[in-house]
């Protein structure tokens, strides 16, 4: 438990990042994708996997990039994508040095990393809607926190014992429970008019940010580490901190665009 609430401690800067928005938090997603694809590729390099860190950072020079100076033109992200793959088969034409699996590491860490974590900043530049940009941590963080605390409380069933033994169902359903609960209040006080597309968000937040945490969880275990990294002492790593909001990000992003808008 005592884990747990360092953990919380240590995430308060990134809420200051959250309230400041603009500049400040571009600023912020652009150091994470980099930190967090770094770890991402490390982790995989223990096991002998070459994944190709030039295309990674020409990848996210290139994102931004077109965030910053592409007037909101989607062909060019469509570009983007585009280039992305180009660049990572390319990467295999040393054919003597380099596996198909050296390049299918590269491009799933600059779409996981990379341009998952991007849609923090895409939901915080929407029109009128960037205030969700909240509930992407909400629902990341409140989820992580009241699963913790519900499964050790109430947990009894193990929910994935052979990827997370220690996640339970009933962590899973208080995990749920609570994300939608804060996303409720938060619609509550913060945009009442939007109150119950805050409580869907809320709901289907709890339930794939621990699909984002498992994930990150096999990833770990398939590779044979514990944590991504140890920028934070005792912690892990930057991926060890994001996993959930890397699903909830374009969750949050996509349902303001087909749903809302």
């Not at 005592?2 to 571009?26: C, D, E, Q, Y």
Request: net charge positive.
């Amino acid at each position: 438990m005592k884990t747990r609430i360092i953990s919380g401690i240590i995430m308060l800067p990134l809420l200051a990042v959250v309230f400041f928005g603009g500049r400040v938090l571009l600023i912020a997603s652009f150091i994470i994708g980099i930190l967090g694809v770094r770890e991402f590729y490390r982790g995989f390099e223990s096991i002998g996997v070459k994944p190709s860190y030039l295309t990674a950072n020409i990848s996210i020079l290139g994102l931004y990039a077109i965030n910053l100076f592409g007037g909101g033109n989607e062909q060019y992200y469509r570009l983007w994508f585009f280039a992305v793959i180009i660049m990572s088969l390319l990467y295999l034409f040393k054919i003597e040095e380099r596996e198909l699996q050296d390049a299918m590491v590269t491009m799933a860490g600059i779409f996981y990393v990379i341009f998952f974590s991007f849609h923090v900043t895409l939901v915080e530049q929407i029109p009128e809607y960037g205030v969700f940009v909240w509930l992407i941590f909400i629902t990341a963080f409140g989820t992580d926190s009241m699963a913790y605390f519900s499964g050790f409380a109430f947990g009894k069933h193990k929910l994935c014992p052979k990827i997370s033994p220690k996640k339970t169902i009933e962590g899973a359903i208080g995990g749920t429970l609570g994300s939608l609960l804060f996303c409720a209040l938060f619609g509550y006080f913060v945009i009442p008019r939007l109150l119950l597309h805050c409580i869907i968000i809320g709901l289907l937040g709890g339930i794939i940010s621990q699909f984002g945490d498992l994930t990150a969880s096999i990833f770990k275990r398939k590779i044979g580490i514990k944590d991504y990294g140890n920028l934070i002492p005792g912690h892990g790593g930057v991926l060890d901190r994001i996993d959930s909001v890397l699903f909830t990000a374009p969750l949050i992003y996509y349902y303001i665009m087909l749903v809302i808008q």
